[in-house]
């Protein structure tokens, strides 16, 4: 059985899906697709993420820059 989020981290997950989608209304949307399986740590929890190939990554996921 998984566990429920903590209240906090699900609610700032709601709020940040909101402004995700008032931002998706608007005309020019930057999109970033992750070319590779990215692993990283969200801010607010603190938990590992892994986004998968051809998924988009939301704003606070920090790339490396290749090179």
Same mark, same amino acid.
């Given at each position: 059985?998984?566990? !429920?989020?903590?209240?906090?981290?699900?609610?700032?997950?709601?709020?940040? =899906?909101?402004?995700?989608?008032?931002?998706?209304?608007? @005309? +020019?949307?930057? !999109?970033?697709?992750?070319?590779?399986? +990215?692993? $990283? +740590?969200? @801010?607010? $929890?603190?938990?590992?993420? +892994?986004?998968? @190939?051809?998924? =988009?990554? @939301?704003?606070?996921?920090?790339?490396?820059?290749?090179?």
């Amino acid at each position: 059985m998984g566990r !429920r989020p903590h209240p906090l981290a699900e609610q700032r997950e709601q709020e940040r =899906t909101l402004k995700v989608s008032e931002a998706s209304a608007s @005309p +020019v949307e930057a !999109r970033r697709v992750a070319a590779d399986y +990215v692993h $990283t +740590v969200h @801010p607010d $929890t603190g938990l590992d993420v +892994v986004f998968v @190939p051809g998924e =988009t990554l @939301p704003a606070w996921v920090e790339l490396e820059p290749e090179g």
